[in-house]
């Protein structure tokens, strides 16, 4: 299988969907991953607080642990947009490399950049037959997200977590909290599930062929 996963940020897949990717990843699945966006962050006088580069390296460690070949699209934080120049790169890609599969962010998920790309990614992966939608923040959206599809990532979540913690390395650009709140999460779609850890999705598309 030839899987997709995309993301605004770097450490969007990773908390997303990186116990999914393991599994892909255990099957011999070829995992693609992009990353739209740089995420070096600026102040209110423009001035550089954290580097590109810092955290590009980051990625390059999480993605070696996913199994996964890394994208970068080199879009600007916080000022992705449903447009012509995303959408051709996308497209670009997804009509090369004819994927089976597609991670994304929920389209209701609240995060600008977010949205925009996955409007986009759905745009152009409409040849795709399948679409998994995830969630890699704890904020609410007007629509909450609500998993109609699960992952068993049990046995999983331990490298999972290592693959995050490589953006606390240098950058300390993923907080404990977070990595405590998706853990939780995991553990109660594992007990809805009875099992110990899953990954909860909510399918946008779902073709079987």
Not at 32 to 43: P, Q, Y
Not at 129 to 158: H, K, M, Q
Not at 159 to 166: G, N, V
Request: with cysteine.
């Amino acid at each position: 299988m030839n899987v997709l996963a995309v993301g605004s940020h770097f450490n969007n897949i990773e908390i997303g969907c990186g116990g999914a990717l393991l599994k892909h990843k255990q099957k011999g699945d070829t995992i693609t991953l992009f990353v739209a966006a740089t995420s070096g962050i600026l102040n209110s006088e423009r001035r550089e607080v954290r580097k590109d580069g810092t955290v590009f390296r980051n990625a390059q460690e999480a993605a070696h642990i996913l199994g996964g070949k890394l994208i970068c699209g080199g879009f600007e934080t916080l000022h992705l947009e449903f447009e012509d120049a995303l959408n051709a790169r996308l497209v670009h890609m997804m009509e090369k490399e004819k994927f089976d599969l597609l991670y994304t962010h929920v389209p209701e998920d609240v995060q600008h950049d977010h949205r925009s790309l996955t409007r986009a990614a759905i745009h152009a992966g409409r040849r795709i037959p399948r679409i998994l939608g995830y969630r890699c923040t704890w904020y609410e959206s007007e629509i909450p997200f609500a998993p109609n599809f699960f992952v068993d990532i049990s046995g999983l979540w331990e490298t999972k977590e290592e693959a995050i913690r490589k953006y606390q390395s240098e950058s300390g650009f993923v907080r404990e909290e977070k990595i405590r709140y998706f853990k939780n999460d995991a553990e109660n779609n594992g007990c809805q599930n009875g099992v110990d850890y899953a990954e909860g999705f909510r399918v946008i598309r779902w073709l079987e062929r």
